[in-house]
């Protein structure tokens, strides 16, 4: 298992253009949109065969698929991630699970069914509430640029 990892998915939307925060009701399509993946997720990693592990350490790696969107500004995201960790050991297993039979790693086999399925309308449904929104009256927003942080370090000797 030295090949073992965290898995992380992240599908986004280039909203560059959009010089702005996404509204909320447009950051409520994203975390929609991400419980759908999770859902999807949830359906899909299941009928595992266990041998030889006692019940009640069986489905750790399902349970801990868990998901943020990165909504202020660029590339808008949503990152899914499986941080799952052995019983012995604590190490990250989730990237290494595999069906039986299969030599694909089964992450990679869900990251491309929500590319295909679900990326689509993530993308599709953004678009038209970002268009319902531009010509909606409010407030000003302008993205704040991330500042870069200075560290002054001061030595005293005798």
Same mark, same amino acid.
């Not at 943020?68 to 990152?79: D, M, V």
């Not at 000003?140 to 002054?152: G, W």
């Given at each position: ?17 959009? !010089? =702005?925060?996404?509204?909320?009701? $447009? /950051?409520?399509v994203m ?6 993946? +999770?859902?999807? @997720?949830d359906r ?11 019940? !009640? =350490?069986?489905?750790?790696?399902? $349970? /801990? ?9 660029? +590339?808008?995201? @949503? ?80």
């Amino acid at each position: 298992m030295a090949d073992s990892v965290d898995v992380e998915i992240i599908m986004g939307f280039d909203a560059s253009d959009l !010089d =702005r925060i996404l509204s909320d009701t $447009e /950051a409520q399509v994203m975390r929609d949109h991400r419980r759908k993946m +999770i859902d999807f @997720i949830d359906r899909s990693w299941v009928g595992w065969q266990y041998k030889g592990i006692p019940p !009640d =350490r069986q489905g750790r790696s399902g $349970e /801990a698929w868990k998901g943020y969107e990165q909504t202020t500004e660029g +590339i808008r995201e @949503i990152i899914i991630e499986n941080k799952a960790r052995t019983y012995r050991g604590n190490k990250p297993y989730a990237g290494y699970v595999k069906r039986s039979g299969s030599h694909r790693v089964e992450w990679e086999v869900v990251r491309e069914k929500l590319l295909q399925s679900h990326l689509p309308a993530l993308i599709e449904d953004l678009e038209s509430t970002i268009d319902r929104s531009l010509d909606t009256p409010g407030p000003a927003k302008k993205v704040r640029r991330n500042k870069s942080s200075d560290i002054t370090r001061l030595s005293l000797e005798d």
